[in-house]
């Protein structure tokens, strides 16, 4: 199982980014999805996520902000950031919790992330 993210740039302060992360692989199901990101310097937390049945949890930072949203289809989740703040600049990672063909239980997996950067 893989998870590939895109979708990161560098933009400028109240500018958007729509990042987006595919899972591949021998896949049964896919249970919750969602977006880390770590700053340097900074530990890795939680942006936002997202269950199988579309319920959201977002930190607080970026309430209102961004939306998570997923094609259950296309094994893809993507995040919708707007009115970006310096402060978002991270890189960020996708996550998943994955069944798959291969040990036929549940694991976490991580995409490579990206880097978002955002000037003032």
């Known amino acids: 199982v893989q998870l590939q993210a895109s979708g990161g740039g560098l933009v400028q302060a109240g500018g958007f980014l729509r990042l987006s992360c595919a899972t591949s692989g021998s896949i049964i199901s896919i249970n919750s999805m969602g977006w880390y990101r770590q700053a340097p310097g900074k530990q890795r937390e939680l942006v936002t996520h997202?269950?199988?049945?579309?319920?959201?949890t977002y930190a607080d930072s970026v309430k209102g902000r961004v939306t998570i949203s997923r094609a259950n289809a296309e094994n893809t989740v993507y995040l919708q950031m707007n009115s970006l703040k310096p402060e978002d600049t991270a890189v960020y990672y996708c996550?998943?919790?994955?069944?798959?063909?291969?040990?036929?239980?549940?694991?976490?997996?991580w995409g490579q992330g990206t880097q978002v950067t955002v000037s003032s």
């Open positions: 997202i269950n199988r049945s579309g319920s959201t």
């Open positions: 996550n998943a919790e994955v069944l798959g063909s291969s040990y036929l239980q549940w694991r976490e997996y």
